[in-house]
Structures are given as C-alpha cells and as structure tokens.
C-alpha cells in the first residue's frame, strides 16, 4: 500500500551513543526522532534563527565573533549563521554521527550543503559537554538548542549542561562578556533563575509564538568580565 500523505516514512533508523535516532519524512517535512521523542522537524525554523540573532544583537556590535552551535538538528542554526558574514569562526557540536551524515550525504543535505561548504564551518562529532569542559578554544556567543530545553531533556546526560555546574563549563568558554544562548521548548523562569545563581549577567528570555499550545523560547545570558 502506497503511503499516504498523513503516514510517517522511516527513512533512516540507527542505535547511536545515546540510544536509537531516527529520521523519517512526513508528507514535504523531514523530522528527527531520538529513543521515540520529537526533536524536531525541517517546519519551520524561526526559534532556531532566533536563536542566532538573538544571541548576535546581545554581543553589542562586536567585530567577527566566534559562535558555538550545540547541536547540528536539521541544520536551520548552522545555514542561518552562515547566512550572516558578521559571524567569523562557526563550530557545531553534534555527538550522534546518524545526524552528520544525513546531513553530509544523506536526505538533509539540500538543507546545509553550502553551509557544510562554507570555509567558517568547522564540526565537531562529540558529546556538548565533555567539549565545553575540555576543550580550550574560547567564544563570544554559544548557542545551545541540543535538546527540548531545560525542563524536558531526551536522555538523562543532557541534564548536566543544565546544571550549575554545567553551566560553568559554558562560562568557561566563552569570552568576556559572551553570551549564552539557550533554545527551549517553553519559557522556563526556574532556569532564568539558575542562570543567574550560576553566575551570568542580563539574564532575559525571547518568546516565539507558536500555532498552539505555549511558545517557544531563547534564554539568554551574558557572561560576565
């Protein structure tokens, strides 16, 4: 029986590091399932833009700042950065390899080929943070959108970004008065509350309306120095 436009088609199905991901298509959209949780879908985009702009406008006008991508997705972050020439060094951390590849040479590479090919893209295969808490390579903006936010994580790792401590391995990242960038869900006033006991300055959050239910929203935080 052929499919019909309302019937998801599995596209793609692995046991990756953190459990099963699967891409599949749904009529004209292509979505991203991890351990049977929607993650995300190539619908819209407009949270995930926000999310970079959002996290520019803050840095205040500063000259070519680096940013760091948590999470490669559908790519909407990734091809809206290099979309912007203000942006200077552009790395993305993934740690499912399913997702790179779909992206390198599989169904989502129409979405990010000339963003893959752009000299300012560099990605880096790994879990965000173990990255943020060895590596030695600094920012002035990182921008997470790794999970469904703060309150409602996929798998229990991503908890610890949320933490007081993982936030610390954030600050630790970023420049003086960098800025943290935190993709969410739904607004979350406990985690505006964690951010500031973690240290951070300017704490605010940026709604986007949604068709239903509550909106989506970016947390920002500004580290400070």
């Known amino acids: 029986m052929a499919a019909t436009y309302d019937t998801p088609v599995v596209l793609d199905r692995r046991e990756g590091p953190y459990g099963e991901v699967v891409l599949r298509r749904h009529g004209e959209l292509l979505q991203i399932i991890a351990n049977g ?20 406008r803050a840095l205040d006008g500063r000259p070519e700042p680096d940013v760091l991508i948590g999470g490669l997705g559908v790519g909407f972050s990734l091809a809206h950065a290099t979309a912007d020439p203000r942006w200077d060094r552009i790395t993305v951390v993934e740690r499912e390899p399913a997702v790179v590849d779909w ?11 000339a963003a893959l090919a752009d000299p300012r893209t560099r990605i880096v295969e790994g879990d965000l943070l173990t990255y943020v ?22 798998t229990e790792d991503n908890e610890g970004l949320y933490s007081p401590a993982g936030l610390a391995s954030c600050a630790r990242v970023l420049r003086s008065g960098g800025v943290l960038a935190v993709w969410s869900a739904q607004p979350s006033p406990e985690f505006e509350r964690t951010l500031r006991n973690a240290g951070f300055q300017q704490v605010r959050t940026e709604e986007i309306p949604v068709a239903r239910g509550v909106p989506d929203a970016v947390h920002l935080a500004v580290r400070p120095g």
Do not use: K, Q
Not at 103 to 111: D, E, F, K, N, V
Not at 143 to 150: F, K, S
């Open 37 to 56: 949780c929607f993650l995300m879908d190539t619908s819209d985009g407009r949270s995930e833009r926000l999310l970079v702009d959002a996290a520019y």
């Open 133 to 154: 808490t060895e590596t030695s390579a600094t920012y002035d903006a990182l921008c997470l959108d790794i999970d469904n936010g703060p309150g409602w994580t996929v």
């Open 103 to 113: 992206h390198r040479a599989g169904p989502l590479s129409p979405l990010t080929a």
